[in-house]
């Protein structure tokens, strides 16, 4: 399988869900051989698994992830957390070396649906246009994963309240013991690719880390965990032409990111009325 991927030129071999555990150990193993040719293991951890083995891997996504790691959810029970426990466990994965992407809004958007005022918002939101027809009509109907009855009864709202809580502990915590972290671009659901990334930046901001940290994670760790540092990151001399340019300081609030006046991309100027054509597109093309 490894051999399979890496034959088609993919950079990753992403984990998902419990695996056996010979077949996960194999797997590991395997990549690992296959790394100096441009391929390791990210993804999930193994939820009925010691914590320590997903610490193997090149990257965890999802900061919730963790925390169910360490939680009970065949008893659909999540594991209290505080500030002694967050520290840690920031600490073991510091200690490991791995890069975490937390991609919050993920699972911080699943009370959008379970609050009936902010699914009525949700629905409302203007990005929805960028949203593919049999999306919007399931994601934004009562039909949708997240309007199941578990999420609706009292033990379901305190379970992901739990959950979403433990996460932001655990964000803020390693953040302060320098874990490398990276922001995502999850498009589960009805997040749209593209904005789903600021919406994770501010998601990172309101969990504690600091907006140059954010910026940091969103640029200059994403080029170190890529291995292009020589190439992309950060603005210098004999570096890949890309960046954004905004109108308003993301420094001040990371929010600010999204005021883009314009985009360098392989060496192409794109500007705020380029851009604006891109999306209307997008709309018309969603319409069909």
């Known amino acids: 399988m490894v051999q399979f991927h890496q034959d088609r030129g993919y950079d990753f071999i992403k984990i998902h869900g419990n695996i056996d555990k010979d077949a996960y150990f194999t797997l590991l193993e395997e990549a690992e051989k296959a790394e100096k040719a441009g391929i390791s293991t990210v993804g999930h951890t193994q939820r009925d698994k010691p914590f320590e083995v997903a610490l193997r891997m090149a990257s965890i996504v999802h900061a919730e992830d963790i925390v169910m790691a360490f939680s009970d959810e065949g008893n659909l029970t999540v594991v209290d957390m505080d500030e002694k426990l967050a520290k840690n466990i920031a600490k073991q994965v510091k200690d490991s070396g791995i890069y975490v992407a937390p991609t919050l809004s993920t699972v911080a958007m699943i009370q959008d649906w379970t609050d009936p005022q902010r699914f009525e918002a949700l629905k409302a939101r203007e990005i929805n246009k960028y949203l593919p027809k049999d999306a919007k009509a399931y994601w934004l109907s009562p039909k949708n994963d997240y309007h199941q009855p578990f999420f609706l009864t009292e033990h379901g709202l305190d379970y992901i309240d739990k959950v979403i809580k433990g996460a932001r502990m655990l964000i803020k915590a390693m953040h302060k013991v320098g874990v490398p972290m990276l922001v995502g671009s999850d498009n589960y659901g009805i997040q749209v690719t593209g904005f789903s990334v600021h919406e994770d930046m501010e998601q990172l901001q309101s969990a504690g880390v600091p907006p140059y940290d954010v910026l940091r994670s969103a640029t200059v760790m994403a080029a170190r965990f890529l291995n292009r540092s020589a ?58």
């Open 231 to 288: 190439s992309a990151g950060t603005i210098n001399e004999g570096k890949n032409a890309q960046f954004v340019l905004l109108d308003k300081n993301p420094l001040l609030d990371i929010k600010n990111t999204r005021a883009i006046a314009g985009v360098m991309l392989k060496g192409k100027w794109h500007d705020r009325n380029q851009l604006t054509k891109m999306l209307e597109q997008v709309e018309i093309d969603y319409k069909k």
